[in-house]
């Protein structure tokens, strides 16, 4: 599947679809805690977590957790 708009190339038919909101400015997914609104349910999901404190990636290390897994990485490195 390739996007009309920008010819990034995609396998399956769900990712465009979630692609081409970008560009459509469709923002479908409402934080219930805020005025906020994503294009993608995953953004939504780990913008959510700011305002829940959730933190379900934790160091293996010292056993601190982090919202996002990239941080955990960044400090376990």
Do not use: W
């Not at 560009?23 to 977590?49: G, I, N, Q, T, W």
């Amino acid at each position: 599947y390739v996007c009309d708009v920008c010819q990034k190339e995609f396998l399956k038919y769900y990712q465009i679809k979630s692609h081409l909101r970008l560009h459509m400015k469709e923002k479908p997914f409402k934080c219930e805690y805020c005025s906020r609104a994503f294009c993608r349910k995953h953004d939504l999901s780990r913008h959510v977590r700011i305002h829940t404190g959730d933190t379900p990636y934790i160091c293996s290390n010292c056993f601190k957790g982090f919202a996002r897994s990239d941080a955990c990485t960044r400090h376990v490195r």
